[in-house]
Antibody, heavy 119, light 108 residues
Framework: QLQLQESGPGLVKPSETLSLTCSLS??????????WGWIRQPPGKGLEWIGS???????SYNPSLRTRVTISVDTSKNHFSLRLNSVTTADTAVYYC???????????WGQGTLVTVSS | SYVLTQAPSVSVTPGKTATFTCGGN??????VHWYQQKPGQAPVLVIY???DRPSGIPERFSGSNSGNTATLTISRVEVGDEADYYC???????????FGGGTKLTVL
């Protein structure tokens, strides 16, 4: 049974960098059938895809965030990571990592982690 | 970019049928997936590829897709079905996933 777990600071100051890691257990990040994605949800709002990455390191990003986002993968540690630069209060959200079937759907999600941007 | 439109809210009494719509330009040509999100929890896939159910999802959940509208139907609604429901497709033109804005189900 695959499990995904987000980790990282729950509080980030404006203009700084948000960094999160998603660790996998019960499955391999090197599977050829899946991408690995980040999705966020501001309080009281809907879901927004941030970006996704394949185990090879090939990544794609939401155009609205592309200039500030980097997603990376570490197959030796079986985890992938998110960096979001120059954050503002608008980046306050619950951040989820999830498994993405190639070209399709998110079939497994982490529990999510709340990141608050505040001075 | 591709846009999915969902009604903000749906209300139903227990035992009745709840219907959620997801509108998009020629959405019938795409595969639609539906997620249930209960308060404080991560989304859970309840319907994939228009009408398939993952293991563990009750048969009360069903889906269809045609023309410009995809539909999620919950029959014999229970209080425990109260949640937000999101539709999602893959936008091939941008090679990225797209979510609808979500519909909140209230069970009266």
């Amino acid at each position: 049974q695959l499990q995904l777990q987000e980790s990282g600071p729950g509080l980030v100051k404006p203009s700084e960098t948000l960094s999160l890691t998603c660790s996998l257990s019960g499955g391999s990040i090197s599977s050829t059938h899946y991408f690995w994605g980040w999705i966020r949800q501001p309080p009281g709002k809907g879901l927004e895809w941030i970006g996704s990455i394949y185990y090879s390191g090939s990544a794609s990003y939401n155009p609205s965030l592309r200039t500030r986002v980097t997603i990376s993968v570490d197959t030796s540690k079986n985890h992938f990571s998110l960096r979001l630069n120059s954050v503002t209060t608008a980046d306050t959200a619950v951040y989820y990592c999830a498994r993405l079937r190639v070209g399709a759907l998110f079939d497994d999600w982490g529990q999510g982690t709340l990141v608050t941007v505040s001075s | 970019s591709y846009v999915l439109t969902q009604a903000p809210s749906v209300s139903v009494t227990p035992g009745k049928t709840a219907t959620f719509t997801c509108g998009g330009n020629n959405i019938g040509s795409k595969s639609v997936h539906w997620y249930q999100q209960k308060p404080g929890q991560a989304p859970v896939l309840v319907i994939y590829y228009d009408g398939d159910r993952p293991s563990g999802i009750p048969e009360r959940f069903s889906g269809s897709n045609s023309g410009n509208t995809a539909t999620l139907t919950i029959s014999r609604v229970e209080v425990g079905d109260e949640a937000d429901y999101y539709c999602q497709v893959w936008d091939s033109s941008s090679d990225s996933p797209v979510f609808g804005g979500g519909t909140k189900l209230t069970v009266l």
